[in-house]
C-alpha cells in the first residue's frame, strides 16, 4: 500500500506511487514550496524539494492585454497573448492551413513564458514551436494515466462482460494506483483480481 508522504525518503520512492493533482498540491502547500502548476510541474517541484532545491511559490504574474494586432514580432508576455479564437486565422495564414487549432505544446510553452517571465518570446517562436523546430515546452501527458488505462480496460473484450465498465476499471485502477505497480492496464492485473471484480459486480 502507498505509505503516507511523510514516511517517503526519496524521490524515487515517491515516484512510484500515483498521487492525485489536489494531493500533490497539499503536499507542496505543506512543504511551503510552490503548488501551482499541473501535474507534471507539481511532481517536478517534489523531485527539486528531494534534491535539496526549494521552489518558493510565487504569485501569478499579471497581464495586460495590449491590443489586437499580432505580428511574427509579437512579444507574448508584453502583449498579454491567450490562445483564443480570435487570433486561430492569424496563425492558419502564416503556418498556411485551414482549420488552425493550438496545440498542447504551444499551451505549455505559453505556459512557461508566463511563469518565467520571459519577455523575449515571440509568436514566431510560438509557430516554430507548431512546427516541432523549437523544443521550448513539451506537454507532459503523465496526468492521463487513468484515462489511458481506462481506455485500455475498454478495448479489452473481456471488458464486455461488465455492464458498468468504469465501475469495473476503477477497481483494478485503485490496485496499481495505490501501489508501485506500472499504472498500465494488462489482461493479467484482469485475471489476478477477477474474483474480486465478479463479486463487486455482483453488488
Not at 503523465?142 to 480496460?153: E, G, H, I, R, V
Not at 494488462?186 to 474474483?195: A, D, F, H, Q, V
Request: proline letters at 0%.
Amino acid at each position: 500500500m502507498r505509505p503516507k508522504f511523510e514516511k517517503i525518503k526519496s524521490y524515487k520512492e515517491f515516484n512510484k506511487y500515483y498521487w492525485y493533482k489536489e494531493e500533490l498540491q497539499q503536499i507542496c502547500k505543506e512543504l511551503g514550496i510552490e503548488y501551482n502548476g499541473n501535474k507534471s510541474e507539481l511532481n517536478n517541484y517534489v523531485k527539486e524539494y528531494f534534491d535539496g532545491n526549494i521552489v518558493k511559490h510565487q504569485k501569478k504574474v499579471s497581464i495586460k492585454k495590449t491590443n489586437n494586432n499580432l505580428t511574427l514580432d509579437t512579444k507574448l508576455l508584453e502583449f498579454g497573448f491567450a490562445m483564443r479564437n480570435e487570433y486561430r486565422d492569424f496563425f492558419g495564414k502564416q503556418i498556411g492551413i485551414k482549420n488552425f487549432k493550438y496545440t498542447a505544446d504551444m499551451a505549455a510553452a505559453l505556459k512557461k513564458v508566463r511563469q518565467t517571465k520571459d519577455e523575449n518570446f515571440t509568436v514566431k517562436n510560438l509557430i516554430d514551436v507548431y512546427l516541432g523546430k523549437n523544443d521550448y515546452a513539451k506537454y507532459n501527458n503523465s496526468s492521463c494515466q487513468w484515462n489511458k488505462f481506462y481506455q485500455d480496460f475498454c478495448n479489452d473484450s473481456i471488458s464486455m462482460m461488465f455492464s458498468n465498465k468504469i465501475k469495473a476499471a476503477s477497481i483494478l485502477w485503485k490496485k496499481v494506483r495505490d501501489s508501485d505497480l506500472e499504472k498500465i492496464y494488462s489482461r493479467n492485473l484482469y485475471e489476478k483480481y477477477k474474483s474480486e471484480l465478479k463479486s463487486e459486480q455482483n453488488r
